[in-house]
T-cell receptor, first 109, second 113 residues
Framework: GEDVEQSLFLSVREGDSSVINCTYT??????LYWYKQEPGAGLQLLTY?????DMKQDQRLTVLLNKKDKHLSLRIADTQTGDSAIYFC?????????FGQGTTLQVKP | DAGVIQSPRHEVTEMGQEVTLRCKPI?????LFWYRQTMMRGLELLIY????????DSGMPEDRFSAKMPNASFSTLKIQPSEPRDSAVYFC???????????FGPGTRLTVT
C-alpha cells in the first residue's frame, strides 16, 4: 500500500521496555524518522536512521531497521510515565515526509 | 533558538468567517510546511515552501485555503470562508534540508462553530 502503518495503541508498565513498530512503503527511502507528540504540543523529533544502517542507539532509544521487510521499530528501555505520548514514524519520500497515523503509548505506574 | 512560533494558539470562530494562522520558522531554515491534524485523517501535509516559493500545494483541500510566505521569517495560512469541517490543529514546521528532519511549532487549535 501507499500508507505508512503503525499499530494505534500500546500499554506498558513503568520500567518495562516498549517497542513501537512501523511499516513503510518505499524501499528507496533514505531516511526514516521517529517523532513524539505530547498532549497539546507539536511533534518533536526523537531520532532518525539512515537507510544503510540496521540499528541506531541513543540513550534509552534503539531504532531497528529491516529494509527487506520495510519494517522500522523504536524500542524505549526503562519506560517512564513521561514517555506517555503519541509516537509517529515517517519516511522521506518524493521530497516530503510521509507520516504514519501514530501509536499512543500509555505507561502505567 | 525560540523554535517555530505559531499564533494564535487557539482560535474559535463562526462558520463563514475568515481565519488567518501565522507562523515564524526557525531562522536559517529555508523549507516551511503547513500540516493539519485531525482524529479522522491524522497528519496531512497541506503545502510546503522552499525559499518562500510554494513547491507543492497538492494537499490544500480546496480553494477556500490559501497560504503565503512573503519573506523568510513569516508565513500565513488563510481559510475563507471557514466551515465546521475545518476544525483541526494546524501545525507549521520548518527544515533546512529538503524532506529532512522537520521542527514543528506548537500548533493552532481551530474550532469553527
Amino acid at each position: 500500500g501507499e500508507d505508512v502503518e503503525q499499530s494505534l495503541f500500546l500499554s506498558v508498565r513503568e520500567g518495562d521496555s516498549s517497542v513501537i513498530n512501523c511499516t513503510y512503503t518505499d524501499s528507496s527511502s533514505t531516511y526514516l524518522y521517529w517523532y513524539k507528540q505530547e498532549p497539546g504540543a507539536g511533534l518533536q523529533l526523537l531520532t532518525y536512521i539512515f537507510s544503510n544502517m540496521d540499528m541506531k542507539q541513543d540513550q534509552r532509544l534503539t531504532v531497528l531497521l529491516n529494509k527487506k521487510d520495510k519494517h522500522l521499530s523504536l524500542r524505549i528501555a526503562d519506560t517512564q510515565t513521561g514517555d506517555s505520548a503519541i509516537y509517529f514514524c515517517a519516511e522521506r519520500r518524493a521530497g516530503k515526509l510521509i507520516f504514519g497515523q501514530g501509536t499512543t503509548l500509555q505507561v502505567k505506574p | 533558538d525560540a523554535g517555530v512560533i505559531q499564533s494564535p494558539r487557539h482560535e474559535v470562530t463562526e462558520m463563514g468567517q475568515e481565519v488567518t494562522l501565522r507562523c515564524k520558522p526557525i531562522s536559517g531554515h529555508d523549507y516551511l510546511f503547513w500540516y493539519r491534524q485531525t482524529m479522522m485523517r491524522g497528519l496531512e501535509l497541506l503545502i510546503y515552501f522552499n525559499n518562500n516559493v510554494p513547491i507543492d500545494d497538492s494537499g490544500m483541500p480546496e480553494d477556500r485555503f490559501s497560504a503565503k510566505m512573503p519573506n523568510a521569517s513569516f508565513s500565513t495560512l488563510k481559510i475563507q470562508p471557514s466551515e465546521p469541517r475545518d476544525s483541526a490543529v494546524y501545525f507549521c514546521a520548518s527544515s533546512n534540508v529538503r524532506a529532512g528532519e522537520q521542527y514543528f511549532g506548537p500548533g493552532t487549535r481551530l474550532t469553527v462553530t
